[in-house]
């Protein structure tokens, strides 16, 4: 059973950085296309970066691009989300996935994505 453990949430202020870990056991890490997803109170659940096998290709979010920057250590079984210049607006809750299902770096549909984290918060004061 593959497990997914994310961490590094926490409250910051506006313009502070913050880096999420997500250690992934149980599977063939290498295999699995990772990313993160969000979700605000009250709001669905949407994919904020996504990125390939080997981690030759990444896709964002149009409200986190070139700010955010998703990358994975294979040899650690972890992927990771860099924030930088946080906003208000990324506060949510924020959830690391594995699609074993295929090379997609999409995030619907849901059923793709077959594992999920427990969920970190983030919150961004202004």
């Known amino acids: 059973q593959v497990q997914v453990v994310e961490s590094g949430g926490g409250l910051v202020q506006a313009g502070d950085s913050l880096r999420l870990s997500c250690a992934v056991s149980?599977?063939?890490?290498?295999?699995?296309?990772m990313g993160w997803f969000r979700q605000e109170l009250g709001k669905e659940r949407d994919i904020v970066a996504a990125?390939?096998?080997?981690?030759?290709?990444?896709r964002y979010a149009d409200s986190v691009k070139g700010r955010f920057a998703i990358f994975r250590d294979n040899a650690k079984n972890t992927v990771y989300l860099q924030m930088n210049t946080l906003k208000p607006e990324d506060t949510a809750v924020y959830y690391c996935?594995?699609?074993?299902?295929?090379?997609?770096?999409?995030?619907?549909?849901?059923?793709?994505?077959?594992?999920w984290g427990q969920g970190t918060q983030v919150t961004v004061s202004s």
């Open positions: 996935a594995v699609n074993t299902k295929n090379d997609y770096l999409t995030g619907r549909p849901f059923s793709d994505w077959s594992y």
């Open positions: 149980g599977g063939t890490f290498v295999s699995f296309v």
């Open positions: 990125i390939s096998r080997g981690g030759g290709m990444k």
